[in-house]
Structures are given as C-alpha cells and as structure tokens.
C-alpha cells in the first residue's frame, strides 16, 4: 500500500536549519511529482513546494522562496526539504504528498512532521 | 488571507444536507479543476472529490462536488457524525504556477 513517512521535524531557534525527509514506498516514486505543504497550528493548508519527477523543475510558495530547498532521490525513493533562515512563522506541521503531475489532485498525503522555530 | 474562500464554518443536524463553497478567480477555478479534501480531527487531509466531481473509490456517494465559473461548491447529504472535520477546497492557480487552498471550514454535526 501507498506510504509516505515524513521524518526530521523538531525544535529550532529562530534563523536555524533543519532538514525534513519523506520516504516512500508501495508505489513507483519515479513517476510522482512531489509536493511539502504545511498547516500551522490552528490554521489551513499551505503550498510550500513542489519537485518534477526527474528533479528538473522545481517551484516554491514566496513566503518560503530563497530559504527553502526541494529535492528528490529517486533510487531511495526520498523526498527532502532543506529550511534554512527560519522564522516563527514557519511553524507547522509539514506534509508530503503526491500527485500524477504537478496540477493534479494530492491522492496521498503522509502523516507529518512537525517543526517549531521557537528561541 | 487565503487566495481561496470557504466560511470558516457550517453545521447540520444528522441525515440533513449542508454545502460549502469555495470562490476563486479566473486564475485558478475559472480555469482549472477543483479538489476536496477531508481533514479529520487530528489526521492528514484525505482527497474527497477531485477534478471538481469525482469520487475516489471509497468515498460514499453522499459527498458530491459542482463547480459553475469561478465558484465551487461541496455537499454532503444525509449528514453523519463522522462527517465532523475540516474541509478544503483546492485548485491549480495560473499567475502562482502552483496549487493554491481555500481557508478551509469546519463542520459541525449538531
């Protein structure tokens, strides 16, 4: 069965770093576009980023832009976030989701990890 | 300030029928397919409808989605208590090249 595992959320002070981790399995992950979108507590969905299926196109929410960095290991089925500069307000629980192309439906999500950025 | 807009609530007593609605902008409704997702208390949100009115498999036929220009809406009928959750409309946007959602709306069954 279809399975996404976000790992390396955590506690971090304001303008660290910290790098998440999504690993799939169940499916062909090469042939997904991947997606972080995150919920701040008590609040709604948000798009961070997406990543093509061979890595050569990527996109980024602007609130996050020139910070974060996407990107994929296909023979190790990974998906990863790398959040430097971070702020207060990018305090959320972070999903990863799949989709067939980048403007299609999310048809499975992971659970989430949740990252603080708390001094 | 999402680019997408639901109220932020909605209720019904069980076996009624309630509907949210989503509005957006030629940019992303008026041009794109909307998607429904289901968030449940405490759990990662799960596709409801897709491509404005398909059902994944799974998903009772109780739940059903319209979209008419840059409006979308949701309903569900014959409203049960397990339908309490949270409730997001999304759709590709244009200008953002990227998916965009709406803020989304609780349910709640009285």
């Known amino acids: 069965q279809v399975q996404l595992v976000e790992s390396g959320g955590g506690l971090v002070k304001p303008r660290g770093s910290l790098r998440l981790s999504c690993a799939a399995s169940?499916?062909?992950?090469?042939?997904?576009?991947m997606t972080w979108i995150r919920q701040a507590p008590g609040k709604g969905l948000e798009w961070v980023s997406y990543?093509?299926?061979?890595?050569?196109?990527?996109n980024y929410a602007d609130s996050v832009k020139g910070r974060f960095t996407i990107s994929r290991d296909n023979a190790k089925n990974s998906l990863y976030l790398q959040m430097n500069s971070l702020r207060a307000e990018d305090t959320a629980v972070y999903y990863c989701a799949r989709s067939k192309w980048n403007y299609d439906p999310f048809d499975y999500w992971g659970q989430g990890t949740l990252v603080t950025v708390s001094s | 300030q999402s680019v997408l807009t639901q109220p932020p609530s909605a209720s019904g007593t069980p076996g009624q029928r309630v509907t949210i609605s989503c509005s957006g902008s030629?940019?992303?409704?008026?041009?794109?397919?909307v998607n429904w997702y289901q968030q449940l208390p405490g759990t990662a949100p799960k596709i409801l409808i897709y491509?404005?009115?398909q059902r994944p498999s799974g998903v009772p036929d109780r739940f059903s989605g319209s979209k008419s220009g840059t409006s979308a809406s949701l309903a569900i009928s014959g409203l049960q208590s397990e339908d309490e959750a949270d409730y997001y409309c999304?759709?590709?946007?244009?200008?953002?090249?990227?998916?965009?959602f709406g803020g989304g709306t609780r349910l709640t069954v009285l």
């Open positions: 491509s404005n009115n």
């Open positions: 999304a759709v590709w946007d244009d200008s953002l090249k990227g998916p965009v």
């Open positions: 169940g499916f062909t992950f090469s042939d997904y576009y």
């Open positions: 990543i093509s299926i061979s890595s050569s196109y990527t």
């Open positions: 030629s940019s992303n409704i008026g041009s794109n397919t």
